[in-house]
């Protein structure tokens, strides 16, 4: 990249996202611009970097082929939303415990990752899925949140503690 080169801002991060994930819906037929908005917001709310939001706009788009590993090496951003995206990206066949070693190790990935399990894992989203799907999602995020070394959600009563 070139030093001349402006940086997309977030606002023409969001866009890109939005378009590049224009035709997809998530498990429950939802726009998946939605999930991206959400796990966007999460980051936000737990007080995620603007490099974190940018890179939570991306989160999903290298996995779900709606952007390419090449179109984010030439994209006009920092060096760790690059980063980041590439950390959270589940690559084919692989290893859950590498995949999460990988985000661990990565500086801001955890906490865009929490944010997409939150909102992956939301009592409303599961709620209109079939309940095997249900189930079978449930113990993977639980899964994914104990090899992060993140602790359960709580309920509001328990927060309120």
Partial sequence: MTASRAQLTLAEVEAIAREAHAAQRDKAGRPYSEHLAAVAEGVRARGGSE???AA??????VED???TERWLADAA????VKDMVLAVTKRDGEDLRAYTRRILA???A????EADLAHNADPARLAVLEPATRTRLSEKYALVRGLLGLTAPQSPAEQQD
């Fill in 106 to 108: 990565t500086p801001g």
């Fill in 110 to 113: 955890l906490l865009i990752k």
């Fill in 77 to 80: 951003l920092p060096q760790q």
């Fill in 51 to 53: 490099d974190q939001i």
């Fill in 65 to 67: 082929d709606a952007l």
């Fill in 56 to 61: 939570a706009w991306l989160h999903d788009a």
